[in-house]
Nanobody
Framework: QVQLVESGGGLVQPGGSLRLSCTAS????????MGWYRQAPGKQRDLVAA???????NYADSVKGRFTISRDNAKNTMYLQMNNMKPEDTGVYYC?????????WGQGTQVTVSS
């Protein structure tokens, strides 16, 4: 019943930008902390950015100063603005709740940073 749909990924050159979106349905989105996770080939899925229900952000050290997480609770949507992208940002990006808000994983959206 709960659905998380990620979009906005693609191929971008180093130094470029992408904006990812995550739209949730079937849940009361506004009450949960949410996060963006990245899984690179052969690696575990790691949390790279998180945002509380009230909009307070936190970031992994690797993306601080380059990524911005935000949410629009009225639209059940979360965003990840990625600037000055690096090859190491490559991976499949997933959104999900944190803690009590955790749901089944969606399909993610592929991000590739390459020249």
């Amino acid at each position: 019943q709960v659905q998380l749909v990620e979009s906005g990924g693609g191929l971008v050159q180093p130094g470029g930008s992408l904006r990812l979106s995550c739209t949730a349905s079937g849940i009361i989105f506004s009450i949960y902390s949410m996060g963006w996770y990245r899984q690179a080939p052969g690696k575990q899925r790691d949390l790279v950015a998180a945002v509380t229900s009230g909009g307070s952000p936190n970031y992994a050290d690797s993306v601080k100063g380059r990524f911005t997480i935000s949410r629009d609770n009225a639209k059940n949507t979360m965003y990840l603005q990625m600037n000055n992208m690096k090859p190491e940002d490559t991976g499949v990006y997933y959104c999900n709740g944190i803690g009590i808000g955790r749901q089944n994983w969606g399909q993610g959206t592929q991000v590739t940073v390459s020249s």
